[in-house]
Structure formats: structure tokens, C-alpha cells
């Protein structure tokens, strides 16, 4: 399966990934994941959102156990973030296949899309609609970099964007949502002189998911010319714009949290020409609410005050929030109950469309160890034996919740 996924929307350049959401690559990739349940006899349908699905059960026959991630990509990032899900899902089945084991309740993969929102800035597009987290009015209203609209893009892939919305009925039908992920940090690397750095465990199993959000800061100032315009007459937003990442990165560490400004547009974009727009996007995180508040709102005020010193208007908006998510604690415990009782349990800073479904559906998480941490990047990583050991994690997990 690895073999197969490697080269769809591999930048040559780069090595790493660009399948951004209803393009050539993602079509690829889901095209993929069809396949891959056609192979194996599972009942393949696509809802109302373009999430993929692939059963085995009767889908409507309710209580099913679900599991699977996503395929997208950040703009050239790792082989890992997302693809390890869906191909150790497809990978469990085949374990619990040879293991002859007898489900009672119906099993399903799933392939979410937008997960990473690369395209269009809202990440878990495809989960929160579905979870009725956003509207069709306001998944109307995105567009990417080039201006074309998510319902555009989804109708020349060849999907109905009509369709899309909430979708409790399918919801209600899921008794149990299990996501394996790679790690995206070193919580239970080992470091290379065999001294732990972590737990040394190859799987763990997710405690919560940090609060965390996209605010896009649009700094306002005065076009003009880069080679004749003296300094004092200056209302260069770009100066605002790196005072804020500067306290961005301040206000992170005295907190405890992270903050980053990740992705920048410049208007009118050229060498001789001083900006008049700066608009930057602003990810930030935090164990919990209070501190990511703390924060952002420590960025922004400094931003303000030194926008006015600069003679630049500052509009922040908030584009994206999701809070605090606590994985169900019966499910969490019936998991290490499964996988033995002494699997480390951690949280995380990474959004998943797990997160996004805890609000409606049971939900937990696995995580396969990340030797270096690296993640949304080429280097991303995962050992062949602890994909294996993921593999097996979530055969047993799934064995112990449909053959019960």
C-alpha cells in the first residue's frame, strides 16, 4: 500500500507532499482508497460531504466501530500525517481477517477529507460538516489562494456541493471512533544513545487534544516606492507585521504555549514596492483555554499598540477555533484495558477529525512513535517494526470492540 501512495502528489523538488483537497493528487488518492476497498469485498459509498467510507457490516445496522484518518497533505508535508491511518486501518482488517476473528457489530474506513484545510484555511472541513460544525453557508464562503470557492472545487471533481451539511443520521449509526496517527512530537521517542527521551513505547494512546485556533491578523499600511520614499514617511505594515511574530514567539514561551505565523500574503507583492497589506495567519496552542486566551490576546494587544506606532490599521479575525477535546474516558480505558493495561497515555497539540467527532461519537486515538518529532515536513518518520506494532495495536483494539 505504501508503495502505491508514494508517489501521488510527491513534489520533486521538495520530497515532500502536496494532495490538497479536490485537486489531481487528492482525486488520486481517493481513487486509491476505493481500490483498496473493492479489493476486499467492503461496501464502498461516499456521504454527502465527500468523506469516503468502506464497510464491512451493514451500514445501517448501528453501533459500528469506525476507523481511518485522512490522505491530504499540508503543502509538502510528511508521508505519515494522515496516510499512516487509513493504511494501517485497511492493513487491521486484513490482520483480523487472518486471525479468523468474528465481528458482532459492523466495521468501517474512512478517509476524511480537508483535513489539513491547506487549500482553503479551515482544517477538518469534511468532519465538521458532518458534525454539523460548519454550515453549508459558511463552507460557501471559502476560497483558496487563486479565488475559486470550495463549492467550485468540489463540483469539478465531480461532486455535488449542494449536498453538503449536517449529517447526524450517518452519526448516529457510529458506537465507536478509533484514529491511529503518528506521533507529532517525541513523547515516546527514545533518543539514539538509547537513553529515554520518552516512554520507548511504539504506540500510545491520545489523553486529550490541546484548545487551539487559526486568527488571521491583516496589517493595513501605504503602498509606495522602495527606492524613493524616505523612512519617515514610511507606513510599512511588513514592520508591524514582524514586530507580532517577534511577540508571538515572546508571549508562546512565557505562557508555556506555542504560537506561530505559519503563512503570509503581501499585497501588491513586488521587490521595489513597500506593502500596503500584510496579512498574516496566526496558530496558536495551549494545554488549556485560559493559557491559549492569555496568549492570543497578548499577541494582539501587542500588535495594536505597535500598529499605532506605526500608523498601520490592524483587523484581527478569528478563522478557525476548536477547545479543549477530552477523549472519552471509558473508551480511552477500554483501549489500554485491550492493549494490556500499560500503554503511555498523552496529550496532544495536533488537531484530528477524531477531535472533531468527540462532540457527537465516542472517540480515541493511537499514536505510533515519531523518532525524530519531525511532522508537516518531508522528514516526518515512523519505523517500519513501529508501524507494524501500530498495525497490531489497532487489530487488537478493533477485535476487542466488534467481536465482543
Given amino acids: 500500500m505504501w508503495d502505491e501512495l508514494r508517489p501521488i502528489g510527491r513534489h520533486a523538488d521538495s520530497g515532500g507532499y502536496r ?12 481513487d486509491w482508497f476505493r481500490a483498496q476497498a473493492e479489493a476486499r469485498g467492503l461496501a464502498y459509498e461516499v456521504d454527502r460531504n465527500g468523506n469516503q467510507w468502506a464497510w464491512l457490516g451493514d451500514p445501517l445496522a448501528g453501533d459500528a466501530v469506525v476507523t481511518g484518518s485522512h490522505l491530504d497533505s499540508v ?4 508521508a505519515f500525517d494522515g496516510p499512516l491511518g487509513v493504511v494501517s486501518s485497511f492493513a487491521a ?3 483480523l481477517r487472518a486471525r479468523g476473528a468474528a465481528l458482532t457489530r459492523p466495521l468501517a ?9 491547506a487549500r482553503f484555511g479551515l482544517a477538518c472541513v469534511g468532519s465538521r460538516l458532518s458534525a454539523g460544525q460548519l454550515t453549508k453557508e459558511k463552507a460557501y464562503e471559502l476560497r483558496d489562494a487563486d479565488g475559486t470557492t470550495l463549492p467550485q472545487a468540489m463540483e469539478r471533481a465531480g461532486y455535488d456541493p449542494d449536498a453538503i451539511g449536517a449529517d447526524p443520521e450517518r452519526l448516529a449509526r457510529i458506537g465507536a471512533f478509533v484514529e491511529l496517527h503518528v506521533e507529532q512530537g517525541r513523547a515516546l521517542a527514545v533518543s539514539d544513545s538509547g537513553s529515554a527521551a520518552g516512554s520507548g513505547s511504539p504506540v500510545g494512546i491520545a489523553s486529550a487534544i490541546w484548545p487551539h485556533g487559526r486568527w488571521r ?6 503602498a509606495n516606492h522602495a527606492g524613493t520614499t524616505r523612512l519617515v ?5 511588513m514592520l508591524t507585521y514582524a514586530e507580532t511574530v517577534l511577540a508571538a514567539r515572546r508571549e508562546a514561551a512565557l505562557a508555556g504555549a506555542v504560537a506561530t505565523f505559519g503563512k503570509i500574503a503581501v499585497e501588491p507583492n513586488g521587490v521595489n ?5 500584510v496579512r498574516g495567519w496566526l496558530d496558536s496552542r495551549a494545554a488549556d483555554q485560559a493559557t491559549l486566551d492569555t496568549v492570543v490576546t497578548a499577541v494582539e494587544k501587542a500588535a495594536r499598540e505597535q500598529a499605532e506606532r506605526d500608523g498601520i490599521d490592524l483587523a484581527v479575525v478569528r478563522e478557525s477555533f476548536t477547545p479543549v477535546v477530552e477523549f472519552e474516558h471509558a473508551l480511552r480505558d477500554e483501549l489500554n484495558r485491550i492493549l494490556g493495561g500499560a500503554v503511555p497515555v498523552l496529550g496532544t497539540g495536533a488537531g484530528h477529525d477524531a477531535g472533531i467527532l468527540s462532540a457527537a461519537v465516542p472517540t480515541a486515538m493511537l499514536f505510533v512513535r515519531n523518532p525524530t518529532g519531525v511532522s508537516h515536513s518531508p522528514r516526518e518518520f515512523a ?9 497490531l495495536a489497532l487489530a487488537d483494539v478493533l477485535e476487542g470492540l466488534t467481536c465482543r
Fill in 19 to 30: 494532495r490538497f483537497a479536490w485537486t489531481g493528487a487528492d482525486a488520486d488518492c481517493r
Fill in 233 to 237: 514617511d514610511r507606513r510599512d505594515p
Fill in 217 to 222: 491578523f491583516d496589517f493595513h499600511g501605504e
Fill in 109 to 117: 474506513i474512512t478517509n476524511f477529507g480537508d483535513e489539513e484545510g
Fill in 75 to 78: 503543502p509538502d508535508g510528511g
Fill in 93 to 95: 482488517l486484513d490482520e
Fill in 383 to 391: 519505523a517500519e517494526d513501529d508501524c507494524v506494532a501500530g498495525v
Fill in 273 to 277: 514596492a513597500i506593502p500596503s497589506l
